[in-house]
């Protein structure tokens, strides 16, 4: 069955230390998307791709940057970790741009010391 | 600026009883909009989007662009409805299609 996994699903970093989180999917979509996951936020968008070697910035882009060097992988890079940046990641993917549904990842808990 | 409003944090209702989770939304253009789901240790998944009007797992939710909402709503709640629901509203500009989520509301069914 296709899917969409993210690993690894803990990670525990320090403040300034440079670290990516994996995105991996076998849907063959083009569309893929970073969001993370605040209490008292929902759900924000961080940065997303419409296929390979195209990359957009979302809601909350600063600090983070993503490549897409093929249709499975979407990976996120945070350049230099900071505190903010501790929450829940969720990689998603869909098939079309329109109204097909996002199928998320089961997400990585990130906190920086 | 496009927005999802979802008034509740937290909702708890007693199994049997009617659910209501509010959704209210702002958009200059057309809305598509949906509802995710995320059940406990479980990861996020469409429950409903309106443009199918559909009923799944009891719950139901019409767009009323009059009133600028799109409220999930179940007759009988059960145990298994307990999780977290998000309403997202699609919108569009210069090709980009993007979902904005609410904040979500977590939904507890007491037995």
């Known amino acids: 069955d296709a899917e969409i996994t993210q690993s690894p699903r803990h990670k525990i970093t320090e403040t300034g230390r440079q670290v990516t989180l994996a995105c991996h999917q076998t849907?063959?979509?083009?569309?893929m998307f970073w969001y993370r996951q605040d209490l008292g936020h929902g759900l924000r968008l961080i940065h997303y791709?419409?296929?390979?070697?195209?990359?957009n910035k979302g809601e909350v882009s600063d600090g983070y940057s993503v490549s897409r060097s093929n249709t499975e992988d979407l990976p996120l890079t945070l350049e230099s970790a900071a505190s903010s940046q501790t929450s829940v990641y969720f990689c998603?993917?869909?098939?079309?741009?329109?109204?097909?549904?996002?199928?998320f990842g089961n997400g990585t808990r990130l906190t920086v010391t | 600026a496009q927005r999802v409003t979802q008034p509740e944090k937290l909702l708890s209702v007693f199994k049997g009883a009617p659910v209501e989770l509010k959704c209210n939304y702002s958009?200059?253009?057309?809305?598509?909009l949906f509802w995710y789901v995320q059940y406990s240790r479980q990861r996020l998944q469409l429950l409903l989007r309106h443009i199918s009007r559909e009923s799944i797992k009891g719950f139901t939710a019409d767009l009323n662009k009059g009133e600028t909402s799109f409220h999930l709503k179940k007759p009988f709640a059960q145990e298994e409805d307990s999780a977290m629901y998000y309403c997202?509203?699609?919108?569009?500009?210069?090709?980009?299609?993007?979902?904005?989520f609410g904040k979500g509301t977590k939904l507890s069914v007491i037995p």
């Open positions: 849907w063959n979509h083009n569309n």
């Open positions: 997202a509203l699609r919108h569009s500009g210069a090709g980009s299609y993007q979902l904005t």
């Open positions: 791709s419409y296929g390979v070697q195209d990359t």
């Open positions: 958009y200059s253009g057309s809305p598509e």
């Open positions: 998603a993917s869909s098939e079309t741009r329109d109204n097909s549904p996002l199928h």
